[in-house]
C-alpha cells in the first residue's frame, strides 16, 4: 500500500513558491489570454474514484493475505498441541497450501459463457446469440 502512495504523491501539485519564478509569456502569444490547467471536476472525481479502487484492492489482498497467515498460524498450533508427527505435519500444511492456491485460483476466475450449459433458448438476438438460463458447476468448485 506504500507503494501506491508513493505513486499517487507524485502526481500531487507541488507547491509554486519553492520553484523559480517563470514569466509568464515564455514565449506566447501576450495578447491571447492565459489557459487554465486546472484539471476539471470530472477528472477530480475519475481520479478519486481510481484512488479509492486502488486502494480498497490493496487493502483487499493485505486483509486475504492476513487471514492465511492466520488460518496456517492455527493449524500449527492444533498440529502441535495433538502431537502430530513432523512428517506429518508438513504433508498437511502441503495440503493447506495446496488449497489456498486453489481457492485464490478461483477468486480471479472471470465468469464467461463456457461457466453455462443451454437448458432452452428463449430468445434470439439479431447476431444468433442464445439466452442461456442455468449455471453449470465448475469442477473446481465441486471438490
Known sequence: MDSARSWFQKFQP?????SPAV?????KDPGKPPVDDAPSSATKQKVAAAK???ENHYKTQMKSLQDRKERRWMLERKLQDAEVPAEEQNNILKHLEKKETEYMRLQ??????EDFELLTIIGRGA?????????RPLKAYMQ
Open 14 to 18: 507541488r507547491d509554486k513558491s519553492k
Open 23 to 27: 514569466p509568464a509569456s515564455h514565449g
Open 52 to 54: 479509492q479502487y486502488i
Open 108 to 113: 480471479r476466475h472471470k465468469m464467461g459463457v
Open 127 to 135: 447476431f444468433g446469440e442464445c439466452v442461456f438460463v442455468e449455471k
